[in-house]
């Protein structure tokens, strides 16, 4: 009785190690080709916890589209796992939805039949499809184009709907790599401010590869520098920057600071690259 | 006008659409005039090239007194059998051969094969399996389009972009609505155009097709006529084809202007 009675209190006030949303262990990837085996990634591990948004800075071919491929489901690991709220994962899954650089719409179905594609495949019923595709229009900014075909639009408007689309399904976890690499610099300062809206709206955890150091600091609760590849987590870099962030933080002393941070571990890495 | 000729002489440069169209007149205008010149100045013995006025009082006096509708009946169901049971077969399998490895594997060498064998030559062979019937007919339609047609849509289907169909893994699609709602409607353009092409084809395996055995068709009048030393004959024959395949190619370039709008800028 006592003894259970004090095993209970020691279990209530024992602090909650908080599982974090996304582990990845000791994840590597060796890839095989005609000229022999190139190894993408060491072994990295590194998590992500519920509703954190962390950028992924690295050299040029050091595995960062490989490490969001594996957590995405789309490419196997060679060894070591990705675990979600402690499930490990095997393939595509709902819970993750994926923004990839190159403009990814279906051509042949509109704005609103976009965003809402992943529920219809799920079976949902109209009334609550255009509901769900009502709101995420609005979130992106783009209602009045509902009908519009992405050959009609530009590269920014279509990453807004890639994101609503991706958003629309729900997914716990929002994979994005260089969502906004081939857009010009005023659009792409544009979609990082909705995009934060966007992620504040909906609580989403992100892991967001770039390459550009102002917007992996301007987004990120952190920023997770990579090394030359093979590559594996080099550093973790918090951003106290406050929150909501507004575009004048980019003029910032901090701001500054931390740019020249992670600066200086980039080119460590990129000469690393090099020789 | 040093302007203009310079611009209708730099690649890809568009040009005034009237201008676009006249030079397609002139050049069928220029055609008409080699032909009255040739025929109408007795320069070739009307034996050999009737004169345009004679090949147009024979077309009119075919079709108002001669065969010549059912001809064109009997014909066009021939090519619209043989090649839809061709699309029917070559469309699925050219879908899943261009998307699952293992029907690329097993089909493709078999099918890169027989293509180069002429359909002509196996018309002997159909006949001994299959007598001189509608069947004969239209196997031989058949066979000059479907290894063709089943290629072409392998390779339109290899062609959707492999990045539309991840994107489509994590919105959740499985594998078989993968195929509905991603790779066939992403691929259905470059169907409907690989249809109209191959179905410019199939006209040409009907007279092939027709040579032999044959009692109707345009092919059947073309030979006749032949026989019989009617070079009009021949010419209103070989011209009806070429309208019907002009007039099948425009059918399905409307279709696709109609279906496809999602392809256009405008919309239109
Ligand atoms: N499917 C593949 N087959 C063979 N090698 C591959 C494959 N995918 C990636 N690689 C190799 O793995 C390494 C890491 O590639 P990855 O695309 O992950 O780099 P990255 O960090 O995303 O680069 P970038 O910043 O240029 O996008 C590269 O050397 C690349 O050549
Ligand atoms: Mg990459």
């Keep these: ?13 024992v602090p909650q190690v908080k599982t974090p949303k996304l582990e990845i262990k000791e994840v590597g990837k060796v890839f095989k080709t005609k000229s022999g085996e190139t190894t993408a990634l060491e072994k990295t591990s590194f998590s992500v916890s519920d509703g954190e948004f962390v950028t992924i800075l690295g050299p040029s071919g050091c595995g960062k589209s490989t490490v969001l491929r594996i957590v995405a489901g789309l490419e196997e690991a060679t ?6 709220d402690g499930q490990e994962v095997n393939g595509p899954g709902l819970d993750r939805g994926m923004v990839f650089q190159s403009y990814t719409l279906y051509p042949w179905l509109t704005v609103k ?43 920014g408007m279509k990453q807004r709907v890639a994101i609503a689309r991706a958003l629309a399904n729900d997914p716990k976890i929002l994979l994005m790599d260089e969502p906004f690499g081939a857009l010009d610099a005023q659009t792409r300062n544009i979609m990082q401010e909705v995009l934060l809206k966007a992620w504040e709206d909906s609580k989403k955890t992100i892991l967001f590869i770039t390459h550009d150091v102002e917007e992996s600091i301007f987004l990120a609760d952190s920023v997770y520098v990579m090394t030359a590849r093979p590559g594996r987590l080099k550093k973790k870099v918090p951003i106290a920057l406050e929150r909501p962030r507004e575009f004048s933080v980019k003029g910032s002393v901090e701001f500054a600071q931390y740019k020249e941070e992670l600066l200086s571990l980039i080119r460590e890495e990129s000469l690393k690259a090099i020789n | 006008m040093r302007k203009m000729i310079a611009k ?26 080699v032909w009255s010149v040739l025929t109408y100045g007795g320069i070739v013995n009307p034996l050999f090239l009737p004169t345009p006025t004679a090949v147009l009082t024979t077309g009119v006096d075919l079709f108002v007194n001669g065969d010549l509708l059912s001809d064109i009946g009997i014909s066009f169901t021939r090519v ?33 094969f027989i293509r180069y064998m ?18 004969e007919k239209m196997s031989v339609i ?118 496809f709008s999602w392809m256009r800028k405008d919309g239109l």
């Design chain 1, 1 to 13: 009785m006592v003894i259970q009675a004090a095993k209970n209190i020691i279990e209530n006030n």
């Design chain 1, 79 to 84: 060894s070591g796992q990705v675990l979600i």
């Design chain 1, 113 to 155: 039949d976009n965003i809402s594609f992943g529920l219809k495949l799920k079976g949902v019923s109209q009334k609550e499809r255009d509901d769900v595709a009502r709101h995420y229009l609005q979130l992106i900014g783009l209602e009045g184009f509902e009908k519009h075909y992405p050959i009609q639009l530009s590269g």
């Design chain 2, 8 to 33: 209708l002489l730099t690649p890809n440069k568009d040009i005034p659409k009237k201008l676009y169209s006249t030079a397609g007149l002139v050049t069928f205008l220029l055609f008409l005039l």
């Design chain 2, 80 to 112: 619209l059998v043989g090649f839809l049971v061709a699309a029917l077969i070559g469309i699925p399998l050219g879908i899943l051969m261009g998307s699952l490895k293992i029907m690329e594997g097993a089909f493709e060498p078999i099918i890169g």
């Design chain 2, 118 to 135: 002429p359909a002509s030559a196996f018309i002997p062979l159909l006949i001994l399996w299959i007598g001189l019937g509608e069947p």
């Design chain 2, 142 to 259: 058949f066979l000059g389009t479907f290894f063709q047609l089943t290629l072409m849509i392998m390779d339109v289907t290899k062609n959707v972009q492999n990045d539309l169909i991840e994107v489509s893994y994590t919105l959740g699609a499985k594998r078989g609505q993968l195929f509905t709602k991603v790779i066939l409607p992403a691929a259905l353009p470059g169907i409907v155009d690989t249809l109209r092409i191959t179905f410019g084809w199939a006209w040409t395996y009907l007279v092939v097709a027709e040579i032999v055995g044959a009692s109707s068709g345009l092919g059947y009048m073309i030979m006749q006529a032949s026989r019989f030393l009617q070079p009009d004959k021949i010419i209103v024959g070989i011209l009806i084809i070429g309208i019907l395949g002009l007039l099948t190619d425009m059918i399905f370039k409307a279709v696709y202007r109609a279906s």
